[in-house]
């Protein structure tokens, strides 16, 4: 079922209305979402991504702005007649009851045409219950049970209905790092075999990144970039996206250009085209930086951290705006050259990958469309 966000907008009064106040929460959300896919929606806290969910849901209604499952307006439908799955941060199962009696539960709750036998209930909830992997815990209540448990059975209760859509908010903020993991894996396998459009909501972007068929990025209840996880990490079209995605985060520099040579500090480090004599912000990706004996940016060399696969570099440079540089040096490029061959009285130089390097505004933070190349 694909689903369009037509102007989408939320304004709350204020606590103090006298005051006047309003928080705008979502402001002119545009988007359809196709039928089938897994949509990351993703920002800082408080940025409007629940208010969005619950806008979808039904449980807000908005100030303006219209929302269509398919072809049809359910703008003015109350939740239970919109066909979707909700599953919440903190799990919310009935404590009374067993993890069968919660996930039978929206299944007795059908009325008139769509009410099941005792057998269909039993076969759904069933169904549910292995595609969570739950089948063997049914007997059990809530108290009984992990954190992880407790989640596939929240979300077990979502989906014995058969959703059209899914709607996820920050479902795995409870749980600890592994089973963070686990649950993110299991939640795309289950979205795929089911083929459920979803939305999944989550202020971490590598949680986003690593699901999503798209992700949203929101800044104040504004939407700053839509696409392909890889398309927005490799494209961002301003600052904020840029630092949001990404760890170890961007590496932002003051910069200037000057003719057609990008300069930070007073090395020159790449060429430019199509923009000249500019103050700029530059973003260097962490894998954007080679060891270079002669490379033209030099930054003071702080320590080599290991990692097994790669080399993290920390460095210095009095113009960048990160407490420190962190650039990630891949196996491929440092076994032509030791990190020693590229240090020279606590200098360490890199030369950087263009495609890596990206340009803003230093006043509006909008990415500059400018073609960056090697010297
Ligand atoms: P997120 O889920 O991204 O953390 P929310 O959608 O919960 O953000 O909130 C977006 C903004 O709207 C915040 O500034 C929040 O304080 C405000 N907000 C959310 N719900 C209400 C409400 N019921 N009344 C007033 N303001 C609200
Ligand atoms: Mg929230």
């Keep these: 079922m694909k689903v369009v966000l037509e102007n989408l907008t939320k304004i709350f009064p204020g606590r103090d209305r006298k005051k006047g106040e309003k928080v705008v929460a979502v402001s002119h959300f545009n988007f359809e979402i196709p039928d089938g896919k897994l949509i990351g929606l993703l920002g800082p806290s408080g940025c409007g991504k629940s208010t969005t969910l619950n806008l979808i849901s039904g449980l807000v209604k908005p100030t303006e702005g219209r929302i269509f499952f398919g072809e049809d307006d359910v703008t003015e439908l109350p939740p239970e007649n919109r066909g979707i799955g909700l599953v919440f941060q903190n799990y919310a199962l009935y404590p009374h ?24 209930m039993d076969r759904k909830v069933m169904e549910a219950a292995k595609l969570v992997q739950i089948d063997e815990l ?5 108290r009984e049970l992990s954190g992880g448990q407790q989640q596939r059975v929240a979300i077990a209760r979502a989906m014995v209905k058969m959703p059209k859509v899914l709607l996820l908010d920050e479902p795995l903020s409870n749980l600890d790092a592994r089973l963070r993991l686990k ?19 989550t202020h971490d972007q590598e949680e986003a990144m690593s699901i999503s068929d798209m992700i949203v990025v929101m800044k104040e209840g504004v939407v700053h970039q839509i696409g392909r996880p890889q398309e927005v990490y490799d494209s961002p079209v301003n600052l904020f996206v840029a630092k949001f995605l ?3 985060p961007i590496n932002v520099f003051q910069g200037t250009i000057r003719g057609d040579r990008l300069y930070i500090g007073g090395d020159a480090v790449l060429s ?21 004996k002669e490379g033209a940016f030099g930054c003071h060399l702080n320590r080599v951290e290991v990692m097994g696969r790669d080399i993290s570099v920390v460095s210095a440079h009095k113009e960048c705006f990160n407490e420190t ?20 009285d606590g200098i360490v130089r890199f030369s950087l990958i263009p495609h890596k390097v990206f340009l803003f505004d230093r006043e509006t933070e909008e990415r500059i469309e400018a073609e960056v190349r090697s010297l």
Excluded: W
């Excluded at 649950?183 to 909501?201: A, M």
């Design 97 to 120: 009851l067993t993890v069968r009696q919660n996930i039978l539960f929206p299944l007795q709750n059908l009325k008139g045409k769509d009410k099941l036998s005792k057998e269909e």
């Design 138 to 142: 049914m007997e059990r209540r809530p």
């Design 183 to 201: 649950t993110r894996e299991e939640i795309r396998r289950i979205q795929q075999e089911t083929k459920i459009t979803t939305i999944f909501v």
């Design 246 to 248: 990404g760890t170890p």
């Design 272 to 292: 430019v085209d199509g923009v000249c004599d500019k103050e700029v912000y530059v973003g260097v990706r962490p894998e954007g930086f080679v060891l270079q």
């Design 325 to 344: 540089v962190r650039s990630i040096i891949g196996t491929e490029t440092r076994s032509d050259i030791g990190i020693d061959h590229a240090v020279q």
